[in-house]
């Protein structure tokens, strides 16, 4: 059903109008009513209105728009440009597509750059062809639904980060490869990026960390052909995050020095002092850290530097009620609303934890839900 059908249907309904009421002066009852049920093809003028008789400021291409932007924010979205994306729903002329028969399409793409997603109205889906029922199923949450409808390069590697942050990381390998097989057929060089560094990133948290390097180093070639100076920030702190778990606390420590600091860098390179028994220069890196504006959501930033902070200021840490509280409660947070690396970062002050207090149960449990970790050099 199309789009314009389809809202007239719904907006007489909203307004409780009959259909005699609707269309006096416009056409025909009959021919509304084969409109409402999208077997009539109504010029752009009786559309406009309908339209405009239940409130509605319909646009068209009478008003200078065309199918073109909404391919390029198409083009946009499938090269994963989301900056750029972003700055194209943002201009002014945007909110007209929202009310054109590109509506819908303006409306996904929209929605696609916001974050947590909020899907539309399920009783849109009736007006939608299979692209655009794709970008609903993502925005519901279900990627891989979405796949079956619509394969490409995009939605590979959005279905690989989704099975990522669940810790499903063969699947996501397995979709990141995918991903960049046809962002190569389809010379989109960012998804091939992207890709490689998801791949890397599942490696890493597999402790395979031989792979993970080899992604890494495809991944640095590529940010660096395309002058994606965050991309590059990201492969460098995920390395030096890695160091800190293989216990190269020095490596880790110069590398995240020479980085632009925020809340992340600064509370892994506490973590380098701490092990290194710098403790002054760690509280003031935490300090530091806690002036930063936070960057994960439910104040896991804080939770996180909190965990540090009372490991270096009380004596007898595994014995503290409150570091305790806290190391629990800040892994739960993670485990909850981040993907699984978070969590198995800080997995091993967990255990520590454990096993100072011969809860060993839960620690076989926790190592059930990480079987990667054991595999830890």
Not at 192 to 199: E, K, S, T
Request: charged share 20%; aromatic share 10%; glycine share 6%.
């Amino acid at each position: 059903m199309k789009y314009a059908h389809f809202l007239i249907r719904q907006e007489r309904l909203r307004h409780n109008w009959s259909q005699e009421g609707l269309c006096s002066g416009i056409c025909t009852v009959s021919y509304l009513s084969k409109i409402e049920q999208d077997k009539a093809e109504p010029s752009d003028e009786i559309v406009q209105l309908l339209l405009e008789r239940l409130g509605v400021h319909w646009h068209s291409d009478a008003d200078g728009l065309d199918s073109s932007r909404i391919d390029e924010a198409y083009e946009l979205l499938f090269s994963y440009d989301k900056d750029g994306l972003q700055k194209m729903v943002q201009q002014p002329d945007w909110k007209l597509y929202l009310q054109s028969p590109w509506g819908l399409d303006a409306q996904l793409l929209e929605r696609l750059c916001a974050y947590p997603y909020e899907p539309l109205d399920s009783s849109l889906e009736v007006c939608m062809d299979l692209r655009q029922l794709a970008l609903q199923w993502v925005l519901k949450g279900t990627p891989k639904q979405a796949l079956q409808l619509y394969p490409c390069a995009w939605l590979y590697l959005e279905t690989g980060i989704a099975q990522y942050a669940k810790g499903n990381f063969p699947q996501a390998i397995s979709l990141s490869q995918q991903a960049n097989q046809l962002a190569a057929q389809e010379g989109f060089v960012r998804i091939m990026l992207m890709a490689r560094m998801l791949m890397g990133n599942c490696y890493s948290n597999g402790m395979d960390f031989t792979s993970m390097e080899m992604h890494y180093h495809v991944a640095q070639r590529l940010a660096q052909a395309l002058g994606d100076t965050d991309s590059l920030e990201d492969i460098t702190y995920n390395r030096a995050a890695t160091q800190i778990e293989l216990g190269q606390y020095k490596a880790a420590y110069k590398t995240l020095s020479q980085m632009e600091p925020n809340i992340q860098t600064l509370h892994k390179l506490a973590i380098c002092q701490e092990k290194l028994g710098d403790t002054a220069g760690a509280l003031a890196t935490l300090d530091k850290a806690e002036a930063m504006p936070q960057v994960l959501p439910h104040h896991i930033s804080k939770k996180r530097l909190r965990v540090v902070r009372l490991r270096l200021t009380e004596p007898d840490y595994l014995h503290s009620e409150a570091y305790g509280d806290a190391l629990l409660d800040c892994f739960q947070s993670c485990r909850t609303h981040l993907s699984i690396g978070y969590a198995n970062f800080e997995l091993p002050w967990v255990l520590e934890w454990y096993e100072a207090h011969r809860q060993y149960k839960e620690a076989y449990a926790l190592l059930q839900d990480f079987p990667a970790f054991g595999k830890k050099p």
